[in-house]
């Protein structure tokens, strides 16, 4: 199957600094990309849709401002939290597919835990 | 907007045991996926499955497209087989782009 990493694995800040994620497909060209965030003991929330060399799609609710992304490339996504706060603490995981691929892979996550 | 109901929310398995995990969603969907999530948190892909029947090893999963259902089996359960379930589901006609929704996930212990 389709490889996906992201990068750090775990992070910790301080309140009020920005962190970056990465998000790699290692071995397809991903068209689409997908950021989501998960609490404890819940489920996956899509977050945003991402799509190459365009504008971000976020989902209601989620502060575009706060949570950059950007897909500046066809193996490569990132999110930025700008100013992060404690409640801005969670496990961040991110997914990939193509046009001609029905199914999404998914990242090993980043566990984000602001101080 | 599309719901995913699965069912059960929580299992505990004696090892060997056999098991089925349901997923109803209340709309036609274009993909159907199943994760397992493991303790470290890496969703694996199981099955990708919109319609019909597949089989890997001791797991298979039938979905029912008209019916709006899909079922896991799990058979001869290992310890390793434990953490969560999920089925996620893109909608029909989703104008968003390929958005996935993600049921609330089926959380399984298998017991030595």
């Not at chain 1, 100013?83 to 998914?106: G, L, M």
């Not at chain 2, 379930?85 to 996935?100: I, L, S």
Request: net charge neutral.
């Amino acid at each position: 199957g389709a490889v996906v990493s992201q990068h750090p694995s775990r992070v910790i800040c301080k309140s009020g600094t920005s962190v970056k994620i990465e998000c790699r497909s290692l071995d397809f060209q991903a068209t689409t990309m997908f950021w989501y965030r998960q609490f404890p003991k819940q489920s996956l929330m899509l977050m945003a849709t991402s799509n190459e060399g365009s504008k971000a799609t976020y989902e209601q609710g989620v502060e575009k401002d706060k949570f950059l992304i950007n897909h500046a490339s066809l193996t490569l996504s990132t999110l930025t939290v700008t100013s992060a706060h404690p409640e801005d603490s969670s496990f961040y995981i991110c997914s990939a597919r193509t046009e001609n691929y029905n199914e999404q892979f998914f990242g090993p996550g980043t566990r984000l835990t602001v101080l | 907007g599309i719901q995913v109901e699965q069912s059960p929310p929580d299992l505990i398995l004696q090892e060997g045991a056999n098991s089925t995990l349901r997923c109803n969603f209340s709309d036609s969907v274009n993909n159907l996926q199943w994760f397992h999530q493991n303790p470290w948190g890496q969703l694996i892909n199981l099955f990708y499955i919109p319609s019909g029947t597949k089989q890997n090893g001791r797991l298979s999963a039938t979905t029912v497209a008209t019916e709006r259902y899909s079922l896991l089996y799990i058979s001869s359960s290992q310890t390793t087989d434990s953490g969560v379930y999920f089925c996620a589901v893109e909608p029909e006609g989703n104008t968003g782009g390929f958005k996935t929704i993600f049921g609330a996930g089926t959380r399984l212990f298998v017991k030595a």
